[in-house]
Each structure stands twice: as C-alpha cells, then as structure tokens.
C-alpha cells in the first residue's frame, strides 16, 4: 500500500517505520509541508491508498475534509475533534470513503478497556472510582483520549448517573500509564495500563489503515480490533 503519514512527531515517525516493516510504501509530512491542509490537494494524493492521521486538534479537522473529499481511506489518531464527529459521519457517507478513528490504537489499550467496562458494575456496589493518566511533559491536551474512553466505557457499563473524575499529570518522557481504582471501605481495586513504547499504538494503526483497505464506512477502532 502507499501510504501517507501526516505528523513528524514521535508516533508518527514510528508509524511510517512499521508501515515500511511491514512492506508498505510510507511518506511522511510535517506541519510545514501541510500547512493549511496545502498538502492534500487531490493532485498530491491521486496515488496514496490511505492517509494516517497523529497531528494536533487544531488541524485535523480541515485534514479529514481534505483527504475524505479526495475520495481517500483515513485512519486518525488525534484526539481533540470528537465534537465534530457525527460532521465527519456524515462527510465519510457523502464521499464513500473508508475511515477509522481511536484515541489509541494499542491492541493492548482495547484489552485493558475491555477490562474496565467488566469491572463498571463495582459503581453499583458502593465503590467509587478514579481514573489516574500519567503522559510526558510534550503532550498538550490533558486529560488523554484514552482517559476519556475509559471514563466513558464506565459510564456506560455501570449507568451511574456521575462520571468517574480523572486526574492528569504531565511529567518525563513517560510514553502513557493509565490507572482506575475503585474504593469501598473494605477493599480497593486497582486496574492499569502501562505503555512501555509507542509502537503498540503506531502497529495497530497500521494493521487498521491495511483492515480498511477496500472497504467504505465509519469505525471506530474498538469495534474492528479482533478483525486484524
């Protein structure tokens, strides 16, 4: 496949280092290169097969249109746009495209959030809860997407009216540790992913942008993820 990777951040450029592991044709551009979405006019994407989007909240946006409007399959990685997802839904049915979206795509992450939506019902049982996330210094939005996910996997397994309230720290290189604890006054549970590297989240974006291929639709990376 060719593949297009925008974001010459850490996760990026480990995605296109998979990507060519893995046979794929792999080109990467920055900010600088795509400033404006300039880019991903139609005429620069005529021979890509798939766009992998891990840049900031403020462009992904206008990068999704671009690509979408250009007829290419997407995977994104960026959070910070899901208020704009069901603009997108319909962008991607309008265009017939193929489009995959996480705010992680470490096989390892949808296992441990399977995990928490099993251990939710403890909100029923006087427990209460907390999320914990721990990122490095770089990242710029807190809390994580995968934090949220978790908060809202909870939500919606347990049916407790309130959200489980989620503390951020930023702090070192620490590549991303998540933690929910669950507290009666008899006992804790402590539950926690502990990313030892980016390249969990870099293969399954590319195992997702390989999975896409030829198909059209909507998905979010949790649905799909035994399919790889």
Same mark, same amino acid.
């Given at each position: 496949?060719?593949?297009?990777?925008?974001?010459?951040?850490?996760?990026?450029?480990?995605?296109?280092?998979?990507?060519?592991?893995?046979?794929?044709?792999?080109?990467?551009?920055?900010?600088?290169?795509?400033?404006?979405?300039?880019?991903?006019?139609?005429?620069?994407?005529?021979?890509?097969?798939?766009?992998?989007?891990?840049?900031?909240?403020?462009?992904?946006?206008?990068?999704?249109?671009?690509?979408?409007?250009?007829?290419?399959?997407?995977?994104?990685?960026?959070?910070?746009?899901?208020?704009?997802?069901?603009?997108?839904?319909?962008?991607?049915?309008?265009?017939?495209? /193929?489009? $995959?979206? %996480? !705010?992680?795509?470490?096989? &390892?992450?949808?296992? #441990?959030? @399977?995990?928490?939506?099993?251990?939710?019902?403890?909100?029923?049982?006087?427990?209460?809860?907390?999320?914990?996330?721990?990122?490095?210094?770089?990242?710029?939005?807190?809390?994580?997407?995968?934090?949220?996910?978790?908060?809202?996997?909870?939500?919606?397994?347990?049916?407790?009216?309130?959200?489980?309230?989620?503390?951020?720290?930023?702090?070192?290189?620490?590549?991303?540790?998540?933690?929910?604890?669950?507290?009666?006054?008899?006992?804790?549970?402590?539950?926690?992913?502990?990313?030892?590297?980016?390249?969990?989240?870099?293969? /399954?974006? $590319?195992? %997702? !942008?390989?999975?896409?291929? &030829?198909?059209?639709? #909507?998905? @979010?990376?949790?649905?799909?993820?035994?399919?790889?």
């Amino acid at each position: 496949m060719n593949l297009l990777l925008l974001g010459r951040g850490k996760t990026g450029s480990l995605v296109a280092d998979i990507a060519r592991e893995r046979r794929h044709h792999a080109r990467v551009i920055g900010a600088k290169e795509n400033s404006d979405s300039a880019g991903l006019r139609p005429e620069n994407l005529q021979n890509i097969d798939a766009v992998i989007d891990f840049t900031t909240p403020h462009c992904v946006m206008a990068n999704i249109e671009a690509c979408v409007i250009a007829g290419k399959n997407m995977v994104v990685g960026t959070t910070g746009w899901y208020k704009g997802i069901d603009q997108v839904r319909d962008l991607v049915k309008r265009h017939g495209t /193929g489009f $995959v979206y %996480a !705010a992680n795509f470490s096989v &390892g992450v949808n296992l #441990f959030l @399977e995990v928490v939506r099993s251990a939710a019902s403890a909100l029923n049982y006087d427990y209460t809860g907390q999320i914990f996330e721990r990122h490095h210094v770089h990242k710029k939005d807190a809390p994580s997407g995968t934090a949220m996910a978790m908060q809202r996997a909870v939500h919606e397994a347990s049916g407790n009216k309130e959200e489980v309230e989620i503390t951020s720290f930023r702090e070192g290189e620490v590549v991303g540790f998540h933690e929910l604890i669950f507290e009666s006054a008899a006992d804790r549970i402590y539950l926690s992913h502990d990313a030892k590297s980016r390249r969990g989240f870099a293969e /399954g974006a $590319v195992r %997702a !942008a390989e999975w896409l291929a &030829g198909k059209k639709g #909507f998905y @979010e990376f949790k649905d799909i993820w035994r399919e790889l």
